[in-house]
């Protein structure tokens, strides 16, 4: 288990595999399979049963996790990927900083 720089609402680009290049948002992190579940990203489908909470059945999508070291932090003033490094001001405060060019990213709402 690592430290992770990337929160759930983070807006994340894909950096390898089938859905290469494809940008979405975190939906929800695995910390202790290191993995990421991202929104549009790694679609799969599921045939089921028909029960009483769901009295057809049938054909459900939902997105697969993928390994959180395929994917990288959008920077949203720039709309860029880029890696991630942690500022602590003199107050002691965090601030996460892209290393690209800079700019400090906002955590997610």
Same mark, same amino acid.
């Given at each position: 288990?690592?430290?992770?720089?990337? !929160?759930?609402? &983070?807006? @994340?680009? @894909? *950096?390898?595999?089938?859905?290469?290049? !494809?940008?979405?948002? @975190?939906?929800?992190?695995?910390?202790?399979?290191?993995?990421?579940?991202?929104?549009?990203?790694? !679609? /799969?489908? /599921?045939?089921?049963?028909?029960?009483?909470?769901?009295?057809?059945?049938?054909?459900?999508?939902?997105?697969?996790?993928?390994?959180?070291?395929?994917?990288?932090?959008? &920077?949203?003033?720039? &709309?860029?990927?880029?890696?991630?490094? *942690?500022?602590?001001?003199?107050?002691?405060?965090?601030?996460?900083?892209?290393?690209?060019?800079?700019?400090?990213?906002?955590?997610?709402?």
């Amino acid at each position: 288990m690592t430290k992770r720089k990337i !929160m759930k609402g &983070d807006q @994340v680009k @894909v *950096i390898r595999g089938n859905y290469r290049d !494809m940008v979405g948002a @975190v939906l929800e992190i695995y910390p202790d399979k290191d993995r990421v579940r991202v929104e549009g990203v790694n !679609m /799969r489908k /599921r045939h089921t049963r028909p029960s009483q909470a769901d009295p057809d059945g049938g054909i459900i999508s939902f997105e697969a996790p993928i390994h959180i070291s395929n994917v990288m932090l959008m &920077d949203s003033t720039s &709309d860029q990927a880029s890696r991630v490094r *942690i500022q602590v001001g003199e107050d002691g405060t965090k601030e996460r900083i892209a290393v690209k060019n800079g700019n400090p990213i906002p955590k997610p709402q």
